[in-house]
C-alpha cells in the first residue's frame, strides 16, 4: 500500500502566500517524480507543478514565477510553496506521485485525497 497525505490548504486573500506539503508512505521502493495538480468546480483536473527525482521541474504557465514546487527525498515529501496568490488559483490541490513499490514490477501513479486552497478577501 501507498498513501499520500497532503496538508497545508486554507483560506488566503489575494497576495497572499500558503506552503503545501505533502506526505508519501508505505511499501515505496523509488520515486520518479512527484506534483501537483489542482481542480475547481466545473473543471478538469490540471497539472500546478511536477518535479523529478533528478531536480528537473516543470510548471503550469498560470503559476510560473509564482509557485514553486520541491522534495526533500529522504523523507519522500513534495512541497508546493504558492505565493502571490490569486483568486483564479481556488481549487481542490491533490498530490501525485509516479513511484515503483517493492515487489512489484512497473511504476504507478497514486493520488492523495487533496486539499482546499480558497483566495478571496
Known amino acids: 500500500q501507498v498513501h499520500l497525505v497532503e496538508s497545508g490548504g486554507g483560506l488566503v486573500q489575494p497576495g497572499g502566500s500558503l506552503r503545501l506539503s505533502c506526505a508519501a508512505s508505505?511499501?515505496?521502493?523509488?520515486?520518479?517524480?512527484m506534483g501537483w495538480y489542482r481542480q475547481a468546480p466545473g473543471k478538469q483536473r490540471e497539472l500546478v507543478a511536477v518535479?523529478?527525482?533528478?531536480?528537473?521541474?516543470n510548471y503550469a504557465d498560470s503559476v510560473k514565477g509564482r509557485f514553486t514546487v520541491s522534495t526533500d527525498n529522504a523523507k519522500n515529501m513534495v512541497y508546493l510553496q504558492m505565493n502571490s496568490l490569486k483568486p483564479e488559483d481556488t481549487a481542490v490541490y491533490l498530490c501525485?506521485?509516479?513511484?515503483?513499490?517493492?515487489?512489484?514490477?512497473?511504476?504507478?501513479?497514486?493520488w492523495g485525497q487533496g486539499t482546499q486552497v480558497t483566495v478571496s478577501s
Open positions: 501525485a506521485a509516479d513511484l515503483a513499490r517493492r515487489g512489484v514490477d512497473g511504476t504507478y501513479t497514486y
Open positions: 518535479i523529478t527525482n533528478g531536480g528537473s521541474t
Open positions: 508505505g511499501s515505496i521502493f523509488s520515486i520518479v517524480t
